[in-house]
């Protein structure tokens, strides 16, 4: 009996665990690797990155960090991973428990720090139009956008673009707009130029030649933009200073004559032409519409008159200039009534209350030139046009000093001189303005030799 139930036990036993056996096989946990990457969009260097852990079913955690601090953990949660250099990167989880494991992977991108920079050169000069080059100085950048406002081109998306023409003066703002993969980064610059090259001049005789009769001095005013280099040129004149920004052109006689300005600024050349006519001397200055003031006034409106000069200057202007010699006459009038008024000669300013004007010159006058048989008229004084138009006139000094006052007009004064030039004044208006009162006048007067 014993023999026989020792193997049914065994046997029993042995089935028992085949049954247990085959349970424990079908109920056995599933396994997965999986997990999340959280991280900024912005993926500049340097990066940090938290991993969520999606496994299940595993015991065990093998995490290994491509270029990564720390590069690998064994934790179920790593906690944060910095990535410091530029590229792919991948992250890896192995899971495992006592059956089986399971690996996942992914790829994080890693974009370059931006160091934004360009530089820019103009050719030759700053003056329009201008060839700007560029030289981009950027760094960690995949994608390039330039704008060039006012240029051609006036956009680019290279890395390193061509040279951009601007055409106008002013400013210009050149724009880079640099992407590394995850942000934009903007610089901008302004070019600044100098007005486009034009060409032109105007010119002003010398205070004694606005007759423009020959001989003649022209002064020249130039007014070219963009120019840097200049040449004057004038065929049958001579130029003073031909090289010169602005210069003095002397015409000997009358004719016509075609005054150049060559102008150059290194990228190009212009050339303006005028013409310039001289007419032949009659030998007399005109002048219209001269204010004389009166004497408190010598210093607003002013009291001599200076043909050197062109008009009538101040007491203060003869001290600074040092124009004594260049005087040839003043005028006094005690006040606004215009009530005593008359002519008097440079060395004798003191005496009519001025101040000394050193180097002063004499002059003679004839304030009533009808006491002395020479009735003028403003007919007589419209015809005056050549200098010996004068020589109807015998008497040009008076015995004694005479004066004149508003009671008629208009009212003419015969004058001379100290280098025996001939002259006539017309006063023709008086103009009651308080301290600057002033008497209106033409004059006509003999030219010196060479005017």
Known sequence: MNRMYIPYRLIAVLLVIALLSSCLREESVPIASAFSIEVAEDKTTP???QLKNESYGADEYEWTFEGGSPASSREKRPGTVTFTEPGE???RLRVRNSVEEKVSEQTLRVDSALSLNFDYQIAINDIAPAVVTLRNLSKGGSHYE?????????SSVAQYPSAVTFKDG?????????F??????????????????????SYTPSAVDQDWEAPLTLRTQNITTGGLTYRWLCEGATVEHPDAVATSIRFERAGRYHLTLLARNGK??????????????????????????INEAKNTIGCFYSSYTG?????????????????????????????????????????????????????????????????????????????????????????????????SLPHFVLFRTADGRRGVIRVKRYVHAGTTSYILADIKIEKRPNE
Request: proline letters at 5%.
């Open 180 to 201: 590394n993969g995850s942000r934009y980064e903007e610089l901008s610059k302004t070019v600044t130029l100098q007005a486009p090259m034009r060409a032109d001049f």
């Open 47 to 49: 990066v940090q990155v």
């Open 311 to 407: 008009g009538v200057v101040t007491s203060k202007r003869i001290a600074e200039e040092q124009l004594g010699s260049k005087i040839d006459f003043g005028f006094f009038a005690l006040n606004s009534s215009f009530s005593y008024c008359y002519f008097f000669a440079p060395n004798q300013a003191v005496s009519s209350s001025f101040p000394l004007i050193p180097r002063a010159q004499e002059a003679s006058f004839v304030h009533y030139p009808s006491d002395y048989g020479s009735t003028i008229t403003d007919a007589d004084f419209k015809s005056f046009r050549q200098a010996k138009d004068f020589d109807r006139f015998k008497q040009w000094s008076e015995p004694r000093p005479r004066h004149f006052d508003k009671g």
């Open 89 to 91: 990167h991948k992250i």
């Open 170 to 178: 002013g400013e210009h703002k050149i724009h880079l707009r640099v």
């Open 146 to 154: 330039w704008s060039f406002e006012g240029g051609e081109p006036s």
């Open 268 to 293: 190009e050349e212009q050339r303006i032409n005028k013409i310039i006519t001289i007419k032949p001397n009659r030998g007399i200055i005109e002048q219209q519409n001269l204010k004389f003031g």
